[in-house]
């Protein structure tokens, strides 16, 4: 039996047909949660990032939440370019997910206290700090057990539970949330000019790492959807986040990296000391440089690549001021996600 | 010092229901809780019909409540809704419809429109029969425990009979190793995680109901354990009504919360937190 000959024209366009069946069905494989057109749309607004201005990520080593944490942000603060808060309304939003033995799961109250000190300076005209706990029902509860309650109490700052503040239906753009156009969400978080993200720089062992953008999702209200927001587990919690994110008003990061969490975080995971500050008017390249000072691949943090290839946010042109990343270069133990 | 029904009355919205807070706009939550509150107590009479007609005004065409009238999809409020009107013995047909939808309320697995079927849909999964936060979601303890105390003794059909005892199969599958509660599964991605005093006592409170033998020692102990370590309202008075129906009294804990109150007469300003506080103070809910 002869085998049939192909030619070298005839084996060319073969592969060039493979090679085009097997890109589709790449694309079709790794959009099936989007759609295609929203994928070519989303890429198209990524590449877009490119002839926008490098986004500028502040950072800063300091070892202990003794030191003073008000200059130290100062510092940061202007190196980064901050925005102009004078007169706007501001959210603060630490994470506050629930109360775990010594604290570690959440963002220290003297970082938040230094947050609404410089916040002070910079002649904002109103403070609120909201939370929404994933785990209790009554977030104050974490407030006080963190040792929060204090601070806000000598500053004379509210605290706002958002699993119970009044709701207000927002529409969500680009289709994140399945089979709904809108969220219902706090009004002091829709009222809010700027939210500032405050989170505790952790491994999560579902997001990969929870940061300033995973941290948004404490705004979402239990009232509506359940504790712990349990949107997360009907829409997937990366398509969540990054809904979410894209509803809210602009959101600028200030992360507590000074005592981190590595391995199963967010809430059994160990402490690790890395005594890291960093402070950005982009949350995402915030998160991303903070990811990879944890020792993590951009790539393997589904609502980071994600949010980079769609363009939501600067992850093409990021530049660090302050101290070097290799001065504050750390290699977290992988939750048991990644 | 007003006492905590004149804060009830005080904080009531104009419109008959109640808030989170004082000055919130009515949701279907609170407002069960403090007509379960004050429906006793006669100079509460007024606030407590108005709260009624409040209730009844947010009820969905298909039997269910929202957070508000606003919200166009019914979910675990309900349960709330239906204890509370449960009560009131005057609108036997917006109760029907409640028990008719939660009842029915589909699952990740089951719809709604399979529950509506003669016979229970057959599924090998136990979990698929429990109750979710909202329509078409898996279910958690506490939207199970809320509806199995709503659900027993007034819902007569099987499938209600059958849900409840899969709650049961639920309570005992999902009791963590201390004992008690958390918010749903005892080892989430493989997370031992403790056991919490609010779904805790929820639980509790059903199986008083349902399965009274069910409840261990162990199941108590948990409770006190997290009331010890979150001294919220919430978790100590939901927590002491729990141990009052299982006939544990606790003279220290019932002083804690006393002392805890504002000069308003309220518990942080919280008509919801207030309420669990004077049903933890009477002892039933």
């Known amino acids: 039996m002869t085998v049939p000959k192909v030619s070298r024209r005839a084996f060319i366009r073969l592969a060039l047909l493979g090679g085009i069946g097997a890109g589709i069905a790449y694309i079709q494989h790794q959009t099936a949660g989007v759609g295609l057109l929203n994928f070519i749309r989303w890429s198209f607004r990524g590449q877009l990032q490119w002839l926008k201005p490098p986004a500028i990520v502040g950072l800063g080593k300091c070892p202990s939440y003794d030191e003073d944490l008000v200059s130290n942000l100062r510092e940061l603060w202007d190196l980064s370019e901050m925005p102009d808060l004078r007169g706007k309304s501001i959210l603060v939003k630490p994470n506050l997910l629930d109360e775990v033995d010594n604290n570690i799961a959440t963002t220290h109250p003297r970082i938040v206290a230094a947050v609404l000190d410089l916040l002070a300076e910079l002649g904002v005209s109103k403070i609120v700090v909201g939370e929404g706990s994933a785990f209790r029902r009554d977030t104050y509860s974490v407030v006080k057990s963190c040792g929060l309650s204090q601070t806000l109490d000598s500053h004379g700052i509210p605290f706002i539970d958002l699993n119970y503040d009044e709701l207000i239906p927002v529409k969500v753009r680009d289709g994140w949330i399945r089979n709904s156009d809108y969220l219902w969400l706090p009004r002091h978080v829709m009222e809010a000019d700027t939210i500032v993200s405050v989170p505790k720089l952790k491994a999560h062992h579902w997001a990969g790492v929870t940061l300033s953008i995973k941290n948004l999702l404490g705004v979402i209200p239990s009232s509506r959807y359940g504790w712990p927001k349990n949107i997360i587990h009907i829409n997937g919690i990366n398509a969540t986040i990054l809904g979410l994110y894209q509803s809210l008003p602009p959101v600028i990061s200030i992360i507590d990296g000074i005592i981190g969490m590595e391995g199963n975080g967010p809430l059994y995971g160990k402490p690790v000391q890395h005594g890291l500050l960093a402070v950005g008017r982009d949350p995402l390249a915030v998160d991303i440089i903070c990811t990879q000072l944890m020792g993590f691949s951009i790539e393997t943090i589904p609502h980071l690549s994600g949010a980079a290839l769609a363009g939501i946010g600067q992850a093409k042109k990021i530049v660090t001021r302050g101290i070097s990343p290799d001065q504050l270069q750390k290699h977290y133990e992988a939750p048991p996600i990644l | ?285």
């Open chain 2, 1 to 285: 010092m007003p006492s905590a029904i004149d804060y009830l009355i005080d904080a009531q919205h104009e419109s008959g229901g109640w808030g989170y807070t004082s000055t919130q706009k009515p949701v279907v939550e609170p407002t069960a809780a403090v007509l379960l509150a004050i429906r006793n107590e006669p100079l509460a009479n007024n606030s407590y019909q108005r709260g009624i007609s409040w209730l009844l005004s947010s009820q969905h065409q298909d039997g269910g409540w929202g957070i508000n009238k606003n919200d166009p999809e019914s979910g675990w409020q309900t349960a709330w809704a239906l204890i509370a009107l449960s009560y009131y013995n005057e609108n036997q047909a917006s109760i029907s419809k409640s028990v008719e939808w939660l009842t029915t309320v589909g699952t990740l697995e089951i719809s709604q429109a399979e529950f509506q079927k003669p016979e229970i849909p057959k599924r090998d999964n136990n979990d698929a029969f429990i109750w979710p936060w909202l329509p078409g979601q898996a279910g958690w303890i506490e939207p199970t425990a809320m509806a199995v105390f709503a659900l027993e003794g007034i819902a007569k059909t099987r499938l209600a009979e059958y849900r409840i005892s899969a709650a049961l199969r639920y309570f005992r599958k999902y009791r963590t190793a201390d004992g008690g509660w958390n918010i749903g599964n005892a080892t989430p991605l493989d997370t031992i995680v403790l056991p919490r005093a609010y779904p805790t006592a929820l639980v509790l409170l059903a199986l008083a109901r349902i399965a009274r033998p069910e409840i261990q020692i162990n199941d108590l102990k948990a409770l006190r354990q997290d009331m010890q370590r979150d001294p919220s309202i919430l978790t100590q008075a939901s927590g002491l009504l729990a141990l009052r129906t299982l006939g544990e009294d606790d003279e220290t804990l019932i002083s804690n919360i006393t002392e805890q109150r504002l000069q308003n007469g309220s518990w942080d300003d919280n008509p919801f937190f207030t309420a669990w506080v004077i049903m933890a103070s009477r002892g039933y809910l």
